[in-house]
């Protein structure tokens, strides 16, 4: 009896450390919506960034203009937000640029879900800068806007002084008005055709609260390709669908506009080396009611006002940042030219 009492607890202890173990096992961990590249101090450093931000015309980055984005984040913490690539800012901005800063973490969003991730939101409120990479931005706009993480970075530029910018996409999502680039990218020679085109997608949804931008659409790669007159056609339809005499802010691929706390903008380029220009655009003021003569779907743009309709205020970007232009008026400038622009049966001149 003893044997075969011995025997059952056996089994049954057996049994019971079978079920544990079935029981023990752990699960699949849930796969992360974002994967996170960090270089520098991980003990975040509270600063007093000086606010502002860099608009970068999408080719390689200009130096001078990133280390003035860097000199305002006040040596604090960097990140990098983005839907697409890997780490290389990392390296180039916490040791390349000379600028000593507490650290460098790169976020790349797999989907749309991480827009909520709290990690992220945490990492939005402890930076003092904050850098849109290039890449799409109706991702950025799908993904982020009327989300927690647009919600963070707005109230980060505002309550913080955070300084932003960005580069290609990351610089076309920083207007008040922006080209969404919803149903795929459009060239001027389609726009200007038809500012109506299905592809010319504009929006001033709440997104990125830059007030000086309030009333701005940017462009980039303003001279690879031309999207000179895909830009003046997004102007047309902002007067025509939203009533308001909007403006533009444009780079070429290296040229980049810094913009200090004060609205007072800084060109950097390579000139003379490089023809690097950054272009200030808006309705003639000269001309009341300023708008374009023909603007409706399936016709060919015009806005010609006798060949004056669009003044723009061209700036050669320099190394030092030396010529400047005033937002708070959008008169004053230094080392530009005033142009005028028009548009005559879908055809831009300037």
Request: proline share 3%.
């Amino acid at each position: 009896m003893k044997t075969l009492a011995i025997t059952f607890l056996f089994i049954l202890s057996a049994c019971s450390s079978e079920n544990n173990t079935e029981n023990s096992v752990p699960k699949t961990p849930e796969a992360k919506n974002y994967v996170s590249y960090f270089t520098g101090n991980k003990v975040d450093r509270i600063t007093a960034p000086k606010g502002g931000i860099c608009l970068m015309g999408g080719a390689t980055e200009n130096d001078q203009a990133m280390k003035w984005f860097l000199n305002r984040a006040d040596g604090g913490d960097v990140l990098i937000l983005r839907t697409s690539g890997t780490d290389g800012y990392n390296s180039y901005l916490y040791t390349s640029l000379g600028i000593a800063i507490n650290s460098v973490e790169t976020i790349v969003f797999k989907n749309a879900k991480a827009s909520s991730d709290a990690y992220i939101i945490e990492k939005i409120n402890n930076a003092e800068a904050i850098w849109f990479a290039g890449g799409d931005q109706w991702e950025y706009i799908s993904y982020w806007r009327n989300t927690p993480i647009s919600e963070a970075i707005n109230k980060a530029i505002i309550n913080r002084k955070v300084v932003v910018g960005g580069t290609s996409a990351g610089m076309a999502i920083q207007g008040g008005f922006y080209f969404s680039a919803q149903n795929g990218t459009i060239t001027s020679q389609e726009a200007l055709l038809n500012p109506f085109d299905t592809k010319v997608t504009i929006s001033n949804e709440s997104f990125l609260d830059n007030a000086i931008l309030k009333d701005v659409i940017t462009d980039t790669h303003y001279d690879n390709p031309d999207r000179k007159g895909r830009h003046i056609a997004f102007l047309a339809r902002i007067i025509n669908d939203y009533k308001v005499q909007g403006k533009g802010i444009a780079c070429d691929e290296y040229t980049s506009v810094c913009i200090g706390e004060k609205g007072i903008a800084r060109v950097f380029g390579n000139y003379p080396s490089k023809d690097d220009v950054a272009y200030f655009i808006m309705p003639n003021t000269e001309i009341p009611n300023n708008k374009p003569e023909i603007c409706k779907p399936n016709n060919p743009l015009e806005w010609n006002l006798n060949k004056v309709a669009i003044s723009v205020y061209e700036v050669k970007g320099t190394s030092a940042g030396t010529n400047t232009f005033n937002l708070n008026n959008w008169i004053d400038g230094t080392g530009g030219t005033w142009k005028k622009w028009f548009v005559e049966n879908g055809k831009l001149n300037e």
